[in-house]
């Protein structure tokens, strides 16, 4: 005869593990997503200053000089690029396009990672090349890992977004089936 006692314990182990992993997905699901909305923020934040007041953040990047007289135009060029980085992960997180969003900020990895190679070279501040850019590039690297490894039933329709779509379910979508 089968022992109660064991197969509620049983039961009950499995719903606690059941609940631990959804846990675990929530929170990996919280860090990517706030580790996205912070370098996102941050870009953008970066991209505004050197669009309307480059003075204020030129010394914070580390290199030992910058382009003065004519040159200084570098500044709207680097702004602009700042702001699109900053609000493209933006859209594709609102959007529920999460693991487009992991491959977009492992690409996006690699320019803080480029700056820190930059200032280094250049001869710049070495607690600004680790301390700001690798930085960044780790973060911005870790939330994309995050989000590239995230399994497709860790996050509710909720944290997907309002104008996501389940692809398996479109007509033509992967998993749709095709009438024969």
Known sequence: MP????????????????????TAARARTLIADTLTVLAAAGISYVG?????????????FGLPEWPHGEAAAFFGIKGIRDLASGIAPLVLLFTGQRRAL??????????????????LT?????????????????????AAALL????????????RGA??????????????????
């Open 102 to 119: 992991g491959w977009v900020l492992l690409v996006e990895a690699l320019v803080p990672a480029g700056d820190a190679v930059n200032v």
């Open 48 to 60: 505004i200053c050197y669009l309307f007041a480059p003075e204020s953040v030129v010394s914070g």
């Open 148 to 159: 590239l490894t995230e399994r497709p039933d860790s996050t509710s329709r909720s944290t």
């Open 3 to 22: 022992d109660t006692a064991t197969n509620t314990t049983t039961t009950s182990n499995t719903s606690t593990a059941a609940g631990t992993a959804g």
């Open 163 to 180: 104008g996501s779509s389940d692809r398996s379910t479109r007509p033509g979508g992967r998993g749709a089936r095709r009438a024969v």
């Open 122 to 142: 250049h001869h710049g501040s070495t607690a600004t090349a680790l301390g700001v850019h690798a930085a960044t590039a780790v973060g911005v690297a870790v």
